[in-house]
């Protein structure tokens, strides 16, 4: 056989061929050469058949499946001895899944890859094999990945798992022991077990400048049980299945909990270090709680009370809102509490709307207290949403004596009096009720067992909301300032309501109403009426002070008109105006002008001097009117301090 030879100008493998087909080479040949489609086609594939051999060349492995060694292998436990695996090949990083199955030999595994190199596209856990625990290095999982065991042990993982995103999967109870973080942006651990996930060990997830995962949970349980003050998570989804604390104080608490389905377990535990209610560090608890579903309880045993604590140390100057919709109930002898917490630099307003059956009590607690624009807020619009029946018991506690930085806002018409509280104590600093509904009136007053409520100290008080707050309780001797920010604070005096005579009045808008009584001579005495504007609060336009002497009949300030208040300032027209109303038959009414009429603003129309002429008619006309002459002289009506 003749051997073929290559052509030295082509490198093409030059055959034996009979004339004529040589004949028709050449001819395809030359239509070749004299056309440039033709040509620009022959080259063009070409360039498809290079470019396709360079991707082919450039293209990792595909990736593979690592079995675990079924025997003794190279019989030292480490993840890198290649005879410990089946294929006699170590996984490769960054494509290869592992999988874990029955064997004779070590279940103790080493994970000895070097720095943080591993990342695995999976591993399993077979039925059937027994309990592997896997120690020491750091790896990683590909986005999306899963840790799946299949089998009826718990399988343990104490390596550090970094930077990705992955899934817990299968029947089978699996502990992580390990440290759970990433640098750049926060990891996530899906729940979609049906077994038990522990976070456990001595590690911390997310310190040192790292983010701890967020948790999602759809099925299965979470146990979170860090060694003592460390951090197992900080967001937590809870649509399905439990997360229940084996260790208290496990969260991080300037991230937040959204619980639309589930249980979160307190089992025993607080969600942050308490005494007494109070959170006493600025780690735990819950930053926020929001969702629409979901349930709080508590399954330990003894029937002592652990907290849910929510909002401790957040930093976030804007504030928090969180709303949450679900139900908090006590579990079969152990009881729940929850502790409204603030000791950051940062407002929380927290809405529970839910029905709940817990009774270890609230608590509303600012411990920053240093600004008006950080108050800790509880907003309910139904009693049932604090506690079991005879088990609703409010305690308000504020820090710096002025401040107000604790509230409770009501909303809707449903809470109308203060007896549909068992207890409702405000102590320290300062509060505020807010009556948000214009529709509602809430009187203040006793409790369920008829105990006066009280409100004491050196606190300031604050009335909010369009709606309108009665005062009916006879304890009610706060020492400190009384702002009127918004609607009507109504002084019931026919029910024993007063101020204290050493409260200052602020009147920021809003209205206030004294009634007086029946009888005799009401009387209340203010230590000082105030009309500047508040600092960091927007007054709610004018206001109005009503007397009704005797339970009604009497006359506003100001010969029959309400004393108007725009934005803090009286009106020129009515500016200096101090009254007092003894019984409906006699009025004795004292007005005082500022000794700097010019300074204080002048009448816009009358001016100065012809507003103290206005003044001296219009006054000496509700003297006539009252029976009640002063005879005073006309510069009286001009001067005097206000």
């Given at each position: 056989?003749?051997t ?38 022959r ?58 199955g ?20 999976g ?8 309990a ?15 840790i ?58 997310g ?7 967020a ?11 860090k ?25 991080r ?96 307003f ?43 018991k ?18 809707g ?13 405000f102590a ?9 509904d ?18 004491g ?58 009634l ?39 006359d ?6 309400p ?13 200096g ?66």
């Amino acid at each position: 056989m003749t051997t073929p030879k290559k052509n030295p100008k082509t490198s093409e493998t030059a055959h034996n061929l009979s004339p004529s087909k040589n004949r028709a080479k050449a001819h395809v040949a030359a239509a070749t050469a004299s056309s440039p489609k033709l040509n620009l086609h022959r080259n063009l594939g070409i360039a498809l058949l290079t470019m396709g051999a360079t991707i082919a060349a450039s293209s990792p492995a595909h990736a593979a499946t690592q079995t675990w060694t079924t025997g003794t292998g190279a019989g030292d436990g480490n993840w890198t001895s290649t005879g410990n695996w089946l294929s006699g090949t170590a996984p490769v990083s960054g494509t290869d899944s592992v999988v874990f199955g029955a064997t004779t030999g070590t279940t103790g595994i080493n994970y000895n890859v070097a720095g943080s190199a591993g990342t695995w596209a999976g591993i399993t856990f077979n039925s059937g094999t027994q309990a592997y625990t896997i120690t020491s290095g750091t790896m990683a999982m590909t986005g999306g990945a899963s840790i799946t065991n299949n089998s009826t042990v718990t399988q343990t993982i104490n390596s550090d798992i970094i930077n990705n995103s992955f899934i817990v999967a299968g029947a089978g109870n699996v502990t992580l022991g390990g440290g759970i973080y990433k640098v750049t942006s926060q990891p996530t651990i899906t729940m979609n077990g049906t077994g038990l996930l522990t976070l456990t060990g001595s590690t911390n997830n997310g310190t040192n400048g790292t983010l701890a995962p967020a948790l999602v949970v759809n099925n299965g349980t979470i146990s979170l049980s860090k060694n003592a003050g460390l951090i197992s998570s900080s967001y937590i989804t809870l649509n399905a299945g439990t997360i229940k604390l084996g260790v208290s104080d496990q969260l991080r608490a300037t991230l937040s909990v959204a619980f639309n389905g589930g249980t979160f377990d307190l089992n025993g535990c607080d969600t942050s270090a308490v005494s007494s209610g109070t959170a006493t560090g600025s780690t735990g608890g819950f930053a926020l709680l929001a969702g629409v579903g979901g349930r709080i309880t508590n399954s330990g045993t003894g029937s002592g009370t652990n907290w849910a604590v929510i909002g401790n140390y957040l930093t976030n100057n804007n504030g928090v809102y969180g709303n949450y919709g679900g139900t908090i109930s006590d579990g079969a002898t152990a009881k729940v509490g929850v502790s409204l917490q603030q000791s950051g630099n940062s407002g929380g307003f927290h809405v529970l709307s839910g029905s709940n059956n817990y009774s270890g009590g609230t608590i509303i607690n600012n411990t920053y207290g240093t600004a008006n624009d950080r108050v800790t807020t509880l907003s309910v619009g139904n009693v049932a949403s604090i506690g079991s029946s005879g088990n609703r018991k409010l305690t308000f506690v504020g820090t710096t004596a002025g401040n107000v930085d604790v509230s409770f806002q009501l909303t809707g018409t449903t809470i109308t009096n203060s007896n549909q509280f068992d207890a409702l104590t405000f102590a320290n600093g300062g509060a505020a009720i807010d009556v948000a509904d214009p529709n509602n009136t809430f009187t203040l007053g006793n409790n369920a067992s008829g105990a006066a409520i009280s409100l004491g100290g050196a606190m300031a008080f604050q009335k909010m909301g369009a709606g309108t707050l009665v005062i009916t309780s006879g304890s009610v001797a706060y020492t400190g300032a009384t702002n009127l920010v918004g609607g009507t604070l109504k002084i019931d005096a026919q029910n024993g309501g007063s101020l204290a005579s050493t409260s200052g009045l602020n009147l920021y808008g809003g209205s206030l109403y004294l009634l007086g009584k029946n009888t005799g001579t009401t009387t209340q005495t203010l230590g000082a009426v105030s009309l500047g504007t508040l600092i960091n609060l927007t007054t709610g336009g004018a206001s109005t002070i009503t007397v009704d002497a005797n339970g009604g009949g009497g006359d506003d300030a100001g010969v029959g008109k309400p004393s108007q208040l725009h934005h803090g300032w009286l009106h020129p027209e009515y500016q200096g105006e101090y009254f007092r109303n003894r019984n409906h038959n006699e009025h004795h009414l004292d007005q005082r002008f500022d000794r700097r009429c010019k300074r204080r603003g002048a009448h816009p129309i009358l001016g100065c001097q012809r507003q103290c002429r206005f003044r001296q008619h219009q006054w000496q006309h509700a003297e006539r009117s009252s029976g009640s002459y002063l005879h005073r002289r006309p510069g009286q009506y001009c001067h005097g301090k206000l």
